[in-house]
């Protein structure tokens, strides 16, 4: 019906993260035929090409099934928590659905373009995929071992609070979030200032937070190439490794990082013993933390 051969369907289908749907199964809608038709009119307009489309089909796929997940949860347990008996739940969440689903469409949409507008603003310029960026890790401190100790609502609750709040630090400071991973939280800046001023806020806005681990924070400088939401480069992999270098309650950074910071009031670089990073070799790494006044 969209004229496309199977085997380009299946592909752009299992693209968007859905599995492959046998031959005599009847599984597909109008809805499904009108994104095929969309997908492969974006080549024949030559807005993108076929390798083009791939990545933006798997980038589309991945980060809405995400979406839809979380919202698929929060949606539950707003249920659960309005006392839906489990049995009726299903009704309700059709009930629910039918106006809530196209609230969340319009902010989705919504939302996409603000992003799109920045993100199209921050690269359309670039000569190249790799800029000069400021990039940390904040990592929580035992996280594994408390994993073990405390019940699971506990732990979704605690790494909800982490997440949230790393995201609004990073996001009021300057930065940009690029992922979470329940335990760390992956952001990038422009400047040397901006990643140290988010490094220091995250320790102390975690700090106060009641039962929350110790926090640690590693920073470094370079060339970093963006690729589909991600970062990647060396710096990546430094910050990474300072992390876990770091103490708990503590922003290291790398001599790059650490030297454009060197004129900076705002903060004080105690440099520390050279180590042997994997990966990197010996680096001699600076404990950052903000000037006290005089």
């Avoid at 752009?12 to 997908?39: C, I, Q, S, Y």
């Avoid at 990197?280 to 950052?288: D, F, I, Q």
């Amino acid at each position: 019906m969209a004229g496309v051969p199977v085997y380009r369907a299946r592909r752009l289908w299992r693209a968007l993260g859905f599995a492959n749907v046998p031959d005599d199964a009847v599984e597909f809608t109008e809805a499904d035929v009108e994104a095929l038709k969309t997908m492969v009119g974006m080549v024949s307009a030559g807005a993108y090409d076929d390798e083009h489309l791939l990545l933006m089909t798997r980038s589309l796929g991945g980060y809405t099934a995400r979406l839809a997940e979380s919202q698929a949860e929060l949606g539950s347990e707003a249920l659960a928590s309005a006392g839906v008996p489990l049995a009726r739940r299903g009704a309700a969440w059709r009930g629910r659905a039918e106006w809530v689903v196209p609230e969340l469409e319009k902010l989705l949409v919504y939302a996409w373009r603000r992003h799109l507008a920045s993100a199209a603003g921050r690269l359309v310029d670039q000569e190249s995929s790799a800029v000069r960026l400021a990039v940390g890790f904040a990592d929580l401190v035992g996280f594994t071992r408390l994993s073990r100790q405390i019940p699971e609502n506990d732990l979704a609750r605690l790494v909800e609070r982490f997440e949230g709040r790393s995201a609004d630090v990073v996001a009021s400071s300057g930065g940009r979030l690029v992922k979470t991973l329940g335990d760390s939280v992956l952001f990038v800046t422009d400047t040397a200032h901006e990643s140290a001023e988010i490094g220091l806020r995250l320790l102390e806005v975690h700090a106060r937070t009641r039962g929350m681990p110790g926090l640690r924070v590693g920073l470094a400088i370079g060339q970093v190439i963006g690729r589909m939401g991600d970062v990647y480069g060396a710096p990546v992999n430094l910050a990474s490794r300072l992390t876990a270098l770091a103490a708990a309650g503590s922003v290291l950074a790398d001599p790059a990082l650490a030297e454009a910071l060197a004129g900076d009031a705002a903060f004080t670089l105690n440099p520390g013993e050279p180590v042997a990073v994997r990966g990197v070799g010996e680096v001699t790494p600076s404990v950052v933390t903000r000037r006290s006044p005089t």
